[in-house]
């Protein structure tokens, strides 16, 4: 009887202190618990910038994002592109594949991509650039 006792004892103990200490419940601290969700660090060329035939047009995130996901929600209006993104550096490379007339503005749209743990962008994230006279 007192072993049943001293087991229910230790039982109730533990669960106390699983429960004072937050064991089990999901603080977002542990692996797989990231629900910040990604965004544009930098545009380049930036907000109101110029663009040169032939240079990069890139995107960089805040963290690791999915690469299909960039494909998909990076998009230039009025323009068609291919997307590359790198990894490494957390940035999408954006190629047009028209040529962009000089002179004219375009927009550089990116909405809806998703980090490594799936969490989407928040804010639909823009930068126009004026293409350069040749």
């Known amino acids: 009887m007192k072993a049943t006792r001293l087991s229910l004892l230790l039982t109730a103990v533990t669960l106390s202190a699983a429960v004072t200490l937050g064991c089990g419940e999901d603080t977002g601290d542990d692996v797989g618990g990231d629900r910040t969700p990604p965004d544009v660090a930098v545009f380049d060329p930036q907000e109101g910038g110029t663009w040169t035939a032939g240079a990069p047009i890139r995107v960089t995130f805040t963290e690791p994002v999915s690469s299909s996901s960039v494909a998909s929600g990076v998009r230039?209006?009025?323009?068609?592109?291919?997307?590359?993104?790198?990894?490494?550096?957390?940035?999408?490379?954006?190629?047009?594949?028209?040529?962009?007339?000089?002179?004219?503005?375009?927009?550089?749209?990116?909405?809806?991509?998703?980090?490594?743990?799936?969490?989407?962008?928040?804010?639909?994230?823009?930068?126009?650039?004026?293409?350069a006279s040749e």
């Open 76 to 131: 230039i209006i009025g323009a068609s592109i291919t997307v590359q993104y790198d990894e490494a550096t957390l940035t999408a490379t954006v190629t047009p594949t028209t040529d962009l007339e000089p002179g004219a503005s375009y927009t550089v749209v990116v909405q809806g991509v998703e980090d490594i743990s799936g969490n989407a962008m928040s804010e639909v994230r823009s930068a126009s650039f004026t293409v």
